[in-house]
C-alpha cells in the first residue's frame, strides 16, 4: 500500500517485481502463470502543482494461441501517465479529452499491484494468436474425403 499523491510530491519512486502467479486474475486469465511482472511508479509533479504517476510494467505473459492451441508467449511492456486525483475530486477540464493520461481517484492507500494488474488484464489480447501460424490438421475434417468412407463405397461395390 503506497500513498502515491505523496509520492508524487516528493518526485520519489517506487519499484517491485512479483510472480504472475501471485495476481490472482491475471494468473487466472493466462494459460500459465510463470515468470514475474516487473513495475516502477516515477512520482511526478508538474508545474501547475497536478500530480503524476508515470507507470511502467514489463513481463512476458504465457497465453495460448487461439489458432494453433499451442502456448504464446507474450512480451508486454506498458507505459502509463496516470493523473492522480483525491478521492471525489473532478478531472480537470483540459485532461478529459487527453488521452495520453488515465485520471485515477487514489485513496491514501493505495495498492499498487492491483493498479499494476489491472494495466495488464487491459493490455491483454481478446483472441490472442501467434503472428504466423496453422491451425492443427482435423482428423476426418469436412471438406477431406475420408479414406474410410472410400473403404466403404468399395465394399458396397464388391
Ligand atoms: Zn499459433
Same mark, same amino acid.
Request: proline letters at 6%.
Given at each position: 500500500?503506497? &500513498?502515491?499523491?505523496? @509520492?508524487?510530491?516528493?518526485?520519489?519512486?517506487?519499484?517491485?517485481?512479483? !510472480?504472475?502467479?501471485?495476481?490472482?486474475?491475471?494468473?487466472?486469465?493466462?494459460?500459465?502463470?510463470?515468470?514475474?511482472?516487473? $513495475?516502477? $511508479?516515477?512520482?511526478?509533479? &508538474?508545474? &501547475?502543482?497536478?500530480? $503524476? #504517476?508515470?507507470?511502467?510494467?514489463?513481463?512476458?505473459?504465457? =497465453? /495460448?494461441? /487461439?489458432?494453433?492451441?499451442? #502456448?504464446?508467449?507474450?512480451?508486454?511492456?506498458?507505459?502509463?501517465?496516470?493523473?492522480?486525483?483525491? !478521492?471525489?475530486?473532478?478531472? !480537470?477540464?483540459?485532461? @478529459? *479529452?487527453?488521452?495520453?493520461?488515465?485520471? @485515477?481517484? +487514489?485513496?491514501?492507500?493505495?495498492?499498487?499491484?492491483?493498479?499494476?494488474?489491472? *494495466?495488464?488484464?487491459? #493490455? =491483454?489480447?481478446?483472441?490472442?494468436?501467434?503472428? #504466423?501460424?496453422?491451425?492443427? +490438421?482435423?482428423?476426418?475434417?469436412?471438406? *477431406?474425403?475420408? !479414406? $474410410?468412407?472410400?473403404?466403404?463405397?468399395?465394399?458396397?461395390?464388391?
Amino acid at each position: 500500500m503506497i &500513498d502515491l499523491r505523496a @509520492l508524487a510530491r516528493d518526485g520519489r519512486h517506487v519499484e517491485g517485481e512479483i !510472480p504472475v502467479a501471485r495476481l490472482e486474475r491475471l494468473a487466472d486469465s493466462v494459460s500459465d502463470p510463470v515468470g514475474s511482472v516487473w $513495475f516502477r $511508479f516515477d512520482g511526478v509533479r &508538474d508545474d &501547475d502543482g497536478k500530480l $503524476f #504517476a508515470d507507470l511502467m510494467i514489463r513481463t512476458e505473459l504465457t =497465453l /495460448q494461441c /487461439q489458432r494453433c492451441l499451442d #502456448a504464446l508467449r507474450l512480451p508486454c511492456v506498458i507505459h502509463n501517465r496516470l493523473l492522480l486525483l483525491r !478521492p471525489g475530486e473532478e478531472i !480537470p477540464e483540459d485532461d @478529459l *479529452e487527453n488521452d495520453e493520461v488515465d485520471a @485515477l481517484e +487514489v485513496e491514501p492507500r493505495t495498492d499498487v499491484l492491483a493498479l499494476v494488474e489491472d *494495466e495488464l488484464l487491459l #493490455a =491483454l489480447p481478446l483472441v490472442p494468436r501467434h503472428e #504466423a501460424c496453422e491451425a492443427p +490438421v482435423k482428423a476426418g475434417g469436412d471438406e *477431406e474425403i475420408s !479414406p $474410410f468412407a472410400v473403404l466403404r463405397n468399395l465394399r458396397g461395390k464388391a
